[in-house]
């Protein structure tokens, strides 16, 4: 176990009324080992150590709710079910077949999101990658009726850290540490390692599915009062002076409305407006259009109109399409042929290679390797067809690859690699991003989802789109400073899409 030690200053998001929290000077909290005027900041420990930690002691609850009136329902209008509530600490305890038909019912046919799907969610338990040993403690809650049928599912995580959600609360964790408080542990509900929106409370469509909602979101508030945890040596887990919940429910369509816990974080994710939300303190429109990403992230919104990649260009201007071709044209110049795969079609020497190619990524850009080699096999064998693999090739040998997931009306970019060692100019734009349009196109979808971050896709015709993400917390003493911290973020988020924007490469008149 390592200790940071820095001086104590108020962490930037707090503004001047911080030292108002405990009344008293931060230096002079918890934290008696002091010297000059400094105190423990923060705590971290090595990934790859073991998490210890005490069995999450969660019975299962059971609750009474009643069906409510819906056009055209006869049959059990006014009647009572029992529905029962428990924390599971492995995917792998619901069938695929009832963890999927929840995401289906919630998101439709037409917006089906491959990230909730179970074969993508039980590859990341499976093989590793989101697991207890890396910070990510599986927590799922189901919620079955009095025959054992599944009404719904959450995908839930207790997390001992803030890596690998694309939501960037660190500094909100080292205010915590900064006045003697502890931010982790914390519960998420989102999919690992991936930003990418969606609902996150799955729900069958049934005639009890709102009453069903509203108790799950009540069971999550609440889950943090059963939690206790262990003071023991190298656990990431400590008894708590002062109980605190940090839960992010981070879920989206587009066109939605965002309905905050008692804390919107204006960042990434928020809330579909078909799902009424009980027990919530504050509502605030915000409008979406098409898929979402973070504001350095982007979408390209296809058009029914789209027939090609190069009517895709006439919509933009004649500088930024003669960029493009001209990247384009490098691809052949260089041997290198572009091939796009799917489903039975990718063998386990092309997830072999990608791995080698995704860990150069990684490598590179001194970020971590989250995901294993199995996972990739384990997911593309378990998800066939809703996988796209771009990869290119120099002769016999692939040197690069894409991997994309193929959703009900949109294609998802996530991960990009190269050979180690090997440079192949104009490649990275050529396999992330002009062969997903192309492949968009030919497979009738009206979006392409390209992450987050990334300037650079802006002059490709990838256009940011605002996200949001939901915070619940406990610690009533943090929520003001936290929420007056996110209206000034949300004012310079305005003001930098505003900017993106307004530099895109489209035609006057003509929105990306």
Known sequence: MAAVVSYCKPSPFLGRSSPSLTGKSPCRQPFRNQVQRSQINALFWGSKKSVEQQVLDFSVVDFTITGSEQEGATENQGTSKKIYLSVIS???????????????????????????????????????????????????????????NILGVVPLYLKSHSYGEFVFDHAWADAYYSYGMRYYPKFQCCVPFTPVTGPRILIRNTLFKDQVLGVIISV??????????????????????????????????AQSDFISFDSPRFHHYTLPSHLKMSGINSEKKVSCRGLECSTTGKIVIIKDSFCSFDEFLMDMKQSKRKNIRQERKKIPAQNLTMKRLRGYEIKARHWDSFYQFYRNTTDNKWGSPYLTRDFFHNMGSKMGADVLLVVAEEG????????????????????????????????????????????????DLNT????????????????????????????????????????????????????????????DGIEG
């Open 220 to 253: 999550l508030k609440d889950l943090t009062a059963k939690m206790k945890y262990s003071n023991q040596v190298g656990n990431h887990f400590y008894e708590t002076r002062k109980k605190f919940l940090v839960f992010i429910c981070c879920i989206l369509p």
């Open 90 to 148: 492995s995917i792998l305890e619901v069938s695929a077949n009832e963890w999927d038909a929840c995401a289906l019912d919630t998101t439709g046919p037409e917006k089906f999101n491959p990230f909730l799907t179970h074969g993508f969610l039980s590859s990341l338990e499976e093989t590793g990658c989101a697991v207890k040993e890396t910070g990510w403690t599986p927590c799922h809650i189901v919620a079955k009726d009095e025959s054992q």
């Open 396 to 443: 016999d040998e692939l040197v690069a690859g894409a991997l994309n997931l193929i959703g009900g009306d949109t294609l998802f970019g996530r991960l990009w690699g190269c050979h180690p060692g090997a440079y192949y100019p104009s490649l990275h734009f050529e396999a992330c991003y002009y062969q997903a349009i192309e492949a968009a196109i030919e497979l």
């Open 448 to 507: 392409v989802e390209a992450g987050a971050q990334g300037e650079h896709k802006l002059q490709r015709g990838y256009m940011p789109v605002t996200t949001y993400s939901c915070h619940y917390l406990v610690d009533e003493s943090f929520r003001k400073p936290i929420e007056e911290f996110l209206v000034r973020e949300a004012t310079q988020v305005r003001l930098v899409m505003k900017l993106l924007q307004d530099s895109g490469p489209f035609k």
